[in-house]
C-alpha cells in the first residue's frame, strides 16, 4: 500500500488565495513574512524602505497568485517577487544618490569632504557596490535556507555562479 504524497502547505494555500480566500492569505503571510522582510532589510539596508517594499510584496502575491507556474516552492517565487522590487529600490535610490552628490558637489565648501560625503561614507557606499550580489547570495543560502539550484533559479545564474559567489562572499 503506498502513501499518497501530500501536497505542499504553502500551494495549498496560494490555491486558497487564488480564490481570494483572506485566511490562506493570512496564514501565508504568517509564514512566509518575517523571512521575506528580513531578505528585504538585509539587501536595502533601509528600514523603511524594507517595509514600504514589504508591503508591496504581499500585495502582489495577493493580486498575481494564479500567475505561479508551480516550477519552484511557493516561498522561493516570493522571494523573487521581493529581490525584483528590491532590485528597482535600489535602482531608484541610486538615481536619489547621484542627483544628491550633484547637488553637494556645486554648493561643496567643507575642506573635509569630497564631493560632499566624508571618507566613512564613501567607504560605505563603496560596499554597498560592491557586496550587494554577494550579501544576496549569503542571505538566501544561509538565512533563508534555500539550496544553491533554488537560489540558481531565483537570480537566473548557473548553480556553480552560486557556488562561486558563496565561496567569495565568506
Known amino acids: 500500500m503506498t502513501k499518497a504524497k501530500k501536497k505542499d502547505p504553502e500551494i495549498v494555500l496560494l490555491e486558497g488565495i487564488v480564490k481570494k480566500d483572506k ?76 542627483e544628491e552628490l550633484n547637488d553637494r558637489h556645486k554648493d561643496n565648501k567643507t575642506t573635509g569632504e569630497i564631493n560632499g560625503y566624508t571618507q566613512s561614507q564613501h567607504i560605505q557606499t563603496a560596499m554597498e557596490k560592491i557586496s550587494v550580489k554577494h550579501r544576496e547570495i549569503l542571505d538566501l543560502v544561509f538565512f533563508h535556507e534555500l539550496s544553491y539550484a533554488e537560489v540558481a533559479g531565483l537570480l537566473e545564474i548557473p548553480e556553480n555562479t552560486v557556488k562561486t559567489r558563496v565561496y567569495y562572499a565568506k
Open 23 to 98: 485566511t490562506a492569505f493570512e496564514q501565508l503571510y504568517q509564514l512566509t513574512s518575517q523571512s521575506v522582510f528580513a531578505y528585504l532589510f538585509r539587501m536595502l539596508q533601509n528600514r523603511e524602505a524594507a517595509e514600504d517594499i514589504h508591503v508591496e510584496v504581499f500585495t502582489q502575491v495577493w493580486k498575481t497568485a494564479q500567475n505561479f507556474k508551480g516550477r519552484s516552492k511557493v516561498k522561493t517565487w516570493i522571494f523573487g517577487i521581493a529581490r525584483n522590487m528590491a532590485l528597482n529600490e535600489m535602482r531608484r535610490e541610486k538615481i536619489r544618490r547621484t
